[in-house]
């Protein structure tokens, strides 16, 4: 079998080092056969850089503002792993001249699998009020065309599906809601990758910081969860089945379950050892807090309470088509929840 060449970026990322540790793995399979993928990271810091070479991927020092480099990695590869900067249209579009640069050498439609974000479908209207959003699903390909432009990621996605229409790229757009649990890797083992979501890392310090969960308005908005070894097994089965249908129709909602904003602050308020329950006002000093005005706002870290307070409620049927088949639900998000709160307390103590 002929060497496959991967371009890798966001190696030293929470969903891209854990896709990257699998691609490293010696599983033997058609096509995920670490003895015929030869894996290109673009890294920020040398040093990983060095690490991962020690793990036998080829490191490349830069960032993805560099689009000229962008694009000779990009006209050089098989498949693209684009597990970074969602929102960096810039860098999407660096990457799709290579790709297409590629194209037009060899004939050959690279392939490009890229992390988007359940913001695409985010209700940013909601501010903690309902949960009775529309449910997304991955098959209603009309529906989903009519994602406004203007919503998060949808312009590197548009990107992604314009670039699929016209050939020279097959496009594969995985799309997860809240990613939770600790990423237990060789990457992370080896201080390359980051080991926690960055959205919990918006709630939970802040919530350390005042000893209790916070929500906003009401705290029933509604979003999917799904686990971050779970969402990899859908990377890679996407890597290795090479599904014939790219485009519109390889998009995939990642998701095994869904939770109330309300409940997540219940939960990291038990674990600070704080138990009552309350809807009441900030300054009577009880454990959940219920206001839109900018005081209960600013307890949320900047630009993140918008999104904290949406709907983004989807369902992954066709992920589930392909063979994806989760099995980590809602009790084990809230038990990942309880760890890393009780993560960042020892953090805290030993600043």
């Known amino acids: 079998m002929a060497t496959q060449q991967i371009l890798f970026i966001g190696a030293t990322g929470y969903i891209g080092g854990t896709v990257l540790a699998r691609l490293l793995q010696p599983v033997k399979s058609s096509r995920n056969n670490t003895d015929n993928l030869n894996i290109t990271a673009l890294v920020r810091d040398a040093g990983k850089a060095q690490l991962l070479e020690e793990l036998g991927v080829s490191a490349v020092v830069g960032d993805t503002n560099d689009a000229p480099l962008l694009g000779r990695l990009a006209a050089e590869a098989d498949v693209v792993f684009s597990m970074a900067e969602s929102d960096n249209i810039g860098a999407a579009e660096a990457l799709l001249a290579g790709c297409k640069m590629r194209f037009e050498r060899t004939g050959e439609a690279p392939t490009v699998i890229h992390t988007s974000g359940a913001g695409i479908i985010a209700d940013m209207g909601a501010m903690g009020d ?3 959003s529309p449910i997304w699903d991955d098959l209603d390909i009309a529906r989903l065309a009519t994602i406004a432009p203007t919503q998060l990621h949808r312009p590197v996605d548009l990107a992604l599906l314009a670039s699929d229409d016209n050939g020279y790229i097959k496009s594969h757009i995985v799309v997860p809601p809240m990613v939770y649990g600790i990423a237990r890797t060789v990457l992370v083992e080896r201080g390359i990758q980051r080991p926690h979501h960055t959205l919990l890392t918006h709630i939970v ?4 910081a005042r000893k209790r969960g916070g929500f906003i308005g009401a705290g029933k908005n509604v979003w999917g969860h799904v686990e971050v070894h779970e969402l990899a097994d859908l990377f890679m ?15 995939y909602f990642a998701e095994n379950g869904s939770y109330a904003m309300q409940d997540v602050a219940d939960v990291i308020s038990q674990t600070l050892g704080c138990r009552r329950r309350c809807v009441c006002r900030v300054h009577y000093g009880h454990c959940v807090y219920r206001s839109r005005n900018e005081a209960i706002l600013s307890h949320f870290r900047p630009g993140a309470a918008a999104l904290i307070a949406s709907n983004a409620r989807c369902r992954a049927s066709r992920a589930r088509a392909l063979g994806w088949a989760p099995t980590k639900g809602t009790q084990d998000m809230m038990e990942s929840v309880r760890e890393v709160t009780r993560n960042y307390v020892l953090l805290s103590r030993a600043a």
């Open 130 to 132: 309902y949960s009775a």
């Open 237 to 251: 089965l996407i890597f290795s089945a090479s599904p014939p249908r790219s485009g519109a129709s390889g998009f």
């Open 205 to 208: 310090p802040p919530a350390v």
